[in-house]
């Protein structure tokens, strides 16, 4: 059996380890604080595990294949057709349908480094050229390399919004300026899987750029703000022209009867959905105003979790505060070897989380 030569090099996504594989590995008996995956901390909204209880003696069916119901209710939330809707078994799935449809092998994509690593993946994957540009000094997206790094060749730039892992956003003048000079031959993904958390209102969204005209695709994501990371929803909002295509290679009965329903009955749930996305907002002001009275660098973030530069005490930080039960992310894969990525958790999670730190620190000195 032969192998395409480019897959030889590939490794697999990192993915962050779950509370059953370090209670494994570390034998840790008591809680274990799980601020390593950008999760919703509350648990899924109660609508859904009822409908999940009622929906059970149907997955024997396939679920209905258009989606109709689901796309209708995004379309109604994001005031577009419902033919501007394209689901998939979680975000990445309309990535995987962005390199099947648009790329060639001779072209090229174009991300910031770091950013979400899937881009990346998927381009290995379908041996595809990638052009990474650094981030500016402020862990931004960099739009005038990117913009000088465009060629005929270029057919998609990714970018995550808020970025992933600094948190970081630019300001609705910055992309509308950035836009207005991008090709016609060059289509941006704006991958908002964060987008829910973003409280400056000097910030845009990618659906008002669609709005006017521009050739954009929005992510969007069920994982985070919806508590649904297990069921594996997400979509993508774009033009009519490029919807269509999408749905051309979309693998029919893609999305799970579960997730289906899961993700109709979390749309309906107001409070829970905004009581998410309040936790985060202050959990992340609370952690941010903490670790920077503890002189740590906290870099500005609107997304569900924070970047945190510890220095050169990160490894053992890292480490005392994992047989602790606390697991963080380490961001070295991401080029920042000092720095940690910490999801915002429950109020209790979070206050936990620092007094622990707290007592470390003491101990050091």
Do not use: C
Request: hydrophobic share 40%; net charge positive.
């Amino acid at each position: 059996m032969s192998v395409k030569p480019h897959l030889k090099s590939l490794k697999p996504y990192p993915p962050g380890k779950t509370i059953e594989e370090f209670k494994k590995e570390l034998s840790i008996s008591g809680k274990i604080y799980k601020m390593n995956s950008n999760e919703n901390p509350l648990g899924p909204s109660p609508k859904v595990l009822n409908v999940l209880r009622d929906s059970l003696s149907q997955i024997n069916y396939y679920p209905e294949a258009s989606y109709k119901e689901l796309k209708s209710a995004l379309a109604k939330k994001w005031d577009v057709l419902p033919e501007q809707i394209i689901l998939g078994n979680g975000s990445n799935e309309i990535i995987d349908f962005l390199f099947k449809a648009l790329i060639d092998s001779h072209e090229e994509i174009i991300i910031s480094k770091p950013s979400f690593l899937m881009y990346e993946k998927f381009a290995q994957i379908y041996g595809v050229k990638i052009k990474t540009i650094p981030l500016t000094k402020k862990l931004t997206h960099n739009f005038n390399k990117i913009l000088k790094s465009i060629t005929k060749k270029t057919k998609i730039i990714f970018l995550d919004h808020p970025h992933n892992p600094s948190g970081s956003v630019l300001n609705r003048e910055s992309w509308e300026e950035f836009l207005e000079k991008i090709p016609p031959h060059v289509l941006i993904v704006i991958d908002e899987a964060y987008g829910d958390f973003i409280e400056d209102p000097s910030i845009p969204l990618g659906i008002e750029f669609l709005k006017k005209g521009y050739k954009v695709l929005i992510l969007r994501t069920f994982s985070k703000a919806f508590g649904l990371a297990g069921l594996r929803l997400g979509y993508g909002i774009t033009f009519l022209e490029l919807s269509k295509v999408l749905d051309l290679v979309r693998q029919p009965f893609n999305i799970n009867i579960l997730a289906y329903k899961a993700g109709l009955a979390v749309l309906e749930d107001k409070e829970y959905i905004e009581k998410s996305i309040n936790l985060v907002k202050e959990g992340r002001k609370y952690l941010t105003d903490e670790l920077k009275n503890l002189g740590f660098k906290v870099y500005p973030s609107q997304a569900n979790f924070i970047m945190v530069d510890f220095g050169e005490k990160v490894e053992f930080l890292y480490e005392q505060l994992l047989k602790r039960g606390f697991l963080l992310r380490p961001l070295k894969a991401y080029g920042f070897p000092k720095a940690l990525r910490i999801s915002i958790g429950l109020p209790e999670e979070n206050e936990a989380f620092i007094k622990n730190l707290k007592d470390i620190l003491n101990v050091l000195s």
